[in-house]
């Protein structure tokens, strides 16, 4: 049979079931802006669970040497370093805390098994800033910090990837 042909049993076929021909469409239509609501909803919620671990007076200060050019040397730009935050801290009447943070992704190793995550390092006080809560385990405090402890908090999917059921607090992680 060829192209014509079936393209002419189609139409005679549309012709002869109108009313199946309405319900068909109708029910592409409907089943169509289901599918968009949905798709909104979805980002609705997952944009409104981002934002929800921010507060109205949070900032973020994001140093992006890459966006220098010119041939500038990194070297000679000033950092943000504990000891700065630490002085902002003490100068500032109105901010309730900061931190810092670098992130990059690395993977890491627990007994051969490997899993590719994004490593944040940071300073105390990011997990209360960020509104972070911990299924097991703690966060690490201010002595950690001090001391240079190599402390790790995981994700859940992380955790489940290298230590299935198992726990993982107190375990070594290698990146």
Do not use: C
């Not at 549309?14 to 239509?29: D, V």
């Not at 921010?54 to 040397?73: F, M, Q, R």
Request: aromatic share 8%; glycine share 10%.
């Amino acid at each position: 049979m060829r192209l014509s042909e079936t393209f002419h049993i189609v139409t005679l076929n549309m012709i002869e079931n109108k009313f199946r021909l309405l319900l068909t469409t109708l029910g592409i239509i409907v089943g169509t802006i289901i599918l968009v609501i949905a798709i909104g909803k979805g980002g609705e919620r997952e944009a409104a669970k981002q934002f929800s671990n921010l507060s109205a007076d949070t900032i973020y200060v994001n140093l992006d040497y890459t966006a220098l050019g010119g041939g500038k040397d990194i070297t000679t730009v000033e950092k943000l370093t504990p000891e700065l935050v630490e002085k902002v801290m003490e100068e500032s009447t109105t901010l309730q805390g900061m931190y810092l943070r670098a992130s990059g992704f690395q993977e890491v190793t627990y007994n051969s098994k490997k899993q590719s995550a994004n490593l944040v390092g940071v300073t105390p006080g990011y997990a209360e800033i960020s509104n972070l809560s911990f299924e097991r385990g703690a966060d690490f405090g201010e002595t950690d910090f001090e001391d240079g402890e190599r402390v790790a908090v995981i994700g859940s999917k992380i955790a489940e990837k290298l230590f299935g059921t198992g726990d993982a607090v107190g375990s070594y992680i290698v990146p």
